[in-house]
């Protein structure tokens, strides 16, 4: 029996601490699902939400990356039941009314609502869900694995995607960080010849070690030619460089690089926020007629996509798991700016 209070991380005011509320267990409407929390990630967002950079109305509940178990159904819902295995996107519903909700691109809607940005999100041990944006999760993957795939694994798989790559060609995930080390995986699940590129040899060196390992590693320090020799090796003809890269990193001196190593008439594809916004010379885009393209998330197909896809595969997620009570020191962690892969509070 569902209980009638819950433990939660909730935000009562921006740029504060995170500690831990009793607060009461929402009720699912209609449309909605109850679900018992299991795992929850912790994603940049979740800090830029915690900063007040999306207004949210105090207080809310952080987490746009929940898993967990479906304790109640409401009653228009079909396909889910009690008991099911679930992963949650991040949005929480959508207009249904605006140009990009007609046009069966509800991802772009423009006002949505969004678990843990404009509501209360799944950083508690239970959370309401709107149906339409959940998906089902094979018995054999974990929830700490499902949960970082409903952000950041749809966020990269989605850019990769955007890039419009034909089998074969090659593509760079730039920043091998909590998506880049996901993108890198699926990128060669997909057939495509990858290049990883980081400051870090330490997050090199991580994803060289996975079964579906990048074909080339680029250091950021390297020089372009370097670099550019090194993809010469993943490439059968063409242009030099990379047909598209995928920019899964904030750090501004990333963009140029990028452009530097993506070829003449290839694709840049944005998924990094850079808080001041993006720096590029005009000769690395006009002259070698690169495109850019920004890129959001996955919806709910391409999620439930991407979850057979890592099951099927067997793919790898770098996790750091992190008790309710330990969220704070998790925070901290994630600010060092020495980690690669995804945080990931773990609710018993």
Request: proline content about 4%; glycine content about 10%; some cysteine.
């Amino acid at each position: 029996m569902v209980p009638n209070t819950m433990k939660a991380i909730q935000i009562q005011e921006y740029n504060q601490p995170y500690h831990i509320s009793e607060v009461p267990i929402p009720h699912p409407k209609t449309h909605q699902v109850l679900v018992r929390i299991k795992a929850a990630g912790f994603c940049h967002t979740d800090l830029m939400a915690l900063n007040g950079e999306f207004n949210t109305k105090l207080p809310f509940i952080g987490s746009h990356e929940p898993a967990g178990i479906i304790e109640e159904v409401g009653s228009d819902v079909q396909g889910f039941q009690r008991g099911d295995r679930v992963g949650c996107i991040n949005f929480d519903s959508v207009c249904g009314k605006c140009a990009d909700c007609d046009s069966g691109l509800p991802i772009y809607c423009d006002a949505p609502s969004m678990k843990g940005i404009t509501i209360d999100g799944a950083w508690a041990e239970y959370m309401v869900a709107d149906a339409r944006f959940i998906v089902k999760l094979p018995d054999n993957m974990e929830f700490k694995v499902a949960a970082p795939l409903m952000c950041a694994g749809i966020s990269i798989h989605a850019g990769i995607q955007r890039a419009g790559i034909p089998k074969g060609g090659s593509i760079g995930i730039v920043g091998i960080g909590g998506l880049g080390h996901i993108g890198t995986q699926i990128a060669k699940c997909l057939g495509y010849n990858v290049a990883a590129i980081d400051v870090k040899q330490q997050a090199l060196a991580a994803v060289a070690s996975y079964e579906y390992s990048p074909d080339a590693l680029i250091l950021a320090t390297d020089t372009v030619e370097e670099s550019l020799s090194k993809i010469d090796k993943i490439k059968s003809s063409g242009y030099r460089g990379l047909d598209a890269t995928v920019l899964a990193t904030d750090h501004p001196s990333a963009f140029e690089l990028a452009a530097a190593l993506t070829r003449k008439h290839g694709t840049m594809v944005l998924l990094g926020q850079p808080e001041k916004g993006i720096t590029m010379s005009y000769h690395t885009i006009i002259y070698k007629d690169i495109k850019l393209v920004g890129s959001l998330v996955g919806d709910t197909a391409a999620a439930q996509e991407l979850v057979s896809l890592f099951s099927e595969n067997n793919l790898h997620v770098e996790v750091k798991e992190w008790n309710m009570e330990d969220a704070e020191d998790m925070r901290q962690s994630y600010l060092s700016g020495m980690e690669m892969g995804k945080n990931v509070i773990i609710i018993k």
